[in-house]
């Protein structure tokens, strides 16, 4: 199980922690926070990436296969379903589009070619996001 806890400390800012590992997030000025951290969706985004890089790597290394270097980015919109030329035939008004880039540098034969950007798009994180995700949600009011 993976476990996080988020306090808002001031205004929209938010400290993060794992185990030991301490980040934040916030909003942006324009926005009324105040720029302390990345927002939510970049921070989504952050773990995709992280997620899509690290798996690329272990698969080659695993394979013994020559990586120079991986990198990713990542884009995140709401568009009108209409202005989406590869999205679902059933949705309907605004949805949440991610589009990625994914750099892979090394000596690659076409057939390794394939299946890495095959496996770009397996990470767990990746699927996570791309298959939904069921939510419990327990409020509880404290004082």
């Known amino acids: 199980m993976t476990t996080i806890t988020a ?7 938010v400290e993060l ?6 980040w934040h997030a916030d909003e942006p000025t324009s926005l009324g926070g105040t720029d ?3 927002n939510p969706y ?10 899509t890089t690290i798996t690329i790597s272990m698969y080659c290394r695993r394979k013994g296969w020559d990586l120079h270097s991986v990198s990713a980015r990542y884009d995140f919109d709401k568009v009108h379903i209409d202005d989406c030329a590869d999205c679902d035939d059933d949705a309907k008004g605004h949805i949440d589009r991610v589009r990625s880039e ?4 090394g ?6 070619r394939k299946r890495l ?15 939904g995700v069921s939510f419990t949600t327990e409020t509880v009011f404290v004082g």
């Open 107 to 112: 000596d690659f034969d076409e057939a390794q």
């Open 42 to 51: 970049e921070l989504l985004l952050s773990a995709v990436g992280a997620c």
């Open 17 to 22: 922690r794992a185990g030991d590992h301490v």
């Open 102 to 105: 994914i750099f892979i540098e």
């Open 7 to 13: 306090d808002l400390t001031t205004g929209f800012a």
């Open 117 to 131: 950007a095959d496996i770009a798009r397996r990470c767990p994180v990746h699927k996570t996001v791309d298959h």
């Open 36 to 38: 302390t951290g990345p």
